[in-house]
């Protein structure tokens, strides 16, 4: 392994909001978003870094990283792993799925622990069982070398009655009961990761769980928070769980991350034809692996068994009634390519990375709790394809005038375009997709 140039670079700093912007001749959209960031000190320098080399890891760890295929640091990486792994301070981190965050608070948990200590030193709160399990084999691949032992905190799994293990990702629920119960201790803990945070405050009694495990932790103890979006009620955790962060790292709105993905809808007419719309959408074009998006449980098991029906190799996911086992097993086979389409309702919407995904169908509008259009879950949802910067296809049906109405409220609070496309005219998608899925070539080869 060659060695890097280890200067580091010092952000020029404006008024104590950092703009940072990449000038490299490079359409990765990974390394050409804006970012502005926010620090509480104005007298403390900034930094960001080019190579993974400048960062003073541990040799096991840097190691790790290029084992994964990590070749240079994406923008959110270069900005935000000299706070994390070199700095004591708290970070509020904007940042897309597929954008290397996971990577880089990894990192952060993995260099801070101290092997020789049988404790928990560093906890990941992921809002769901799959992105526990994501993040729990991220941190895995990277920490491969070193004798630093994860374990997976979620519920229906077996754990052991004391807790040697030094680095724990679970669950908001399952952390705070083995909290209060004396099983999980934290007299050790250095760092706690807050992932997705907006998914975070639009769960029934997550955001309180999440307040009550802050008030349970040491005093002094680095708090990352990391959220794709920043709604009111992302801002009202922050002021109870990082009330004075000492670097806030934002993206500017036009780098949500929708440039790469192609967005059409397609009027069904009736919600009665969407299922018909939905098996011509697979007859006539060629797609590679998809994710199809719906709003109820019963419409998920509804659509996976006519799915079956018709001969598809399909795989569902949904929260309750769904155990564990099965989800892990369904979103298995799915990752592996043992089937081609998987029925999700918004549990999968968040963080989960597969990059083979080219296709993503809304059939039902996303809405929040209030039956409102949802934009957050759009962004989420429609971002399961351009994954690290590849492209993709998003298709939303509509059926009526209140549909049609919910996308557009969506899509102008987005500020982005979306095509309608004919039922009828479906074939011409196949060009595209096809065009998608050759460029599908892992990040950085």
Known sequence: ??????????????????????????????????????QSDPNSPLYSIKSFNELGLKPELLK???????????????AALPIIVQSPNNLIAQSQSGTGKTAA?????LNCVDPAIDAPQAICISPTKELAQQTFDVISKIGQFSDIKPLLYVPELDLPAVVKNQVIIGTPGKILTHILNRKLSIKHLKMVVMDEADFIVSMENVPTQIQQIH??????????LFSATFSQGVENLIKNVVPEPNVDIRLKKSDLGLQRIHQYFIDCGSESNKPFILSDLYGFISIGQSIVFVHTIQTAKTLYEKMKEDGHSVSILYGKDLSTEARFEHLKNFREGKSKVLISTNVLARGIDIPQVSLVV??????????????????????????????????????????KTKLNNIIEHLGHHIEEINASELEQLDGILKGIRNQLTPLNN
């Open 105 to 109: 608070f990894t990192l952060g948990m």
């Open 215 to 224: 008030r349970l932790l040491p005093k002094q103890i680095k708090i990352c």
């Open 1 to 38: 392994m060659s060695e890097t140039d280890k200067k580091t670079e010092q952000v020029e700093e404006k008024d104590n909001v950092e703009e940072i912007d990449d000038t490299q001749n490079n359409d990765d959209d990974l390394f050409n978003v804006q970012l502005e960031i926010q």
């Open 362 to 403: 809304n059939y039902d509008i996303p809405l929040d709790e209030n039956a409102r259009p949802d934009p957050v879950h759009y962004l989420h949802r429609i971002g399961r394809v351009g994954r690290f910067g590849r492209s993709g296809v998003a298709i939303t049906f509509v059926h009526d005038q209140s549909s």
């Open 64 to 78: 790790g990283v290029y084992a994964m295929g990590y070749n240079k640091p994406s923008k959110i990486q270069e």
